[in-house]
């Protein structure tokens, strides 16, 4: 008897050990289905990015910190024209997007 209830344990705990992983686990379509950030998404984030920069440009007192802040504003500000201009080498409608236009 002590064998038929180890046996019914031992299958309760693979059921329940096999529940859990497929919570976790991935099927054969989620593998190496990796979504890139398309280019929308990434003229949003480098649009925040700038907009940071330039508050931090704004609240900086320290000399050597401006220097910073200063090129940190116009890196960002030429990753954005840059992902402007590919956005509309694709097509894509960037009317919304066109930086002189948008307000923070």
Known sequence: MDETKTGQA??????AIGK??????????????????????NLEAAWREWQYAKDYFNSVIDPD????AIFYMGATEKKYVYLLKQAKEKGLNIDRY???NRVG
């Open 20 to 41: 859990i992983w497929s919570v976790f686990r991935l099927n054969d379509q989620q593998i190496g289905s990796f979504k890139a950030p398309d280019i929308i998404e």
């Open 98 to 100: 066109v930086y002189a």
């Open 65 to 68: 910190l401006i220097d910073h």
């Open 10 to 15: 031992a299958h309760n705990w693979r059921v």
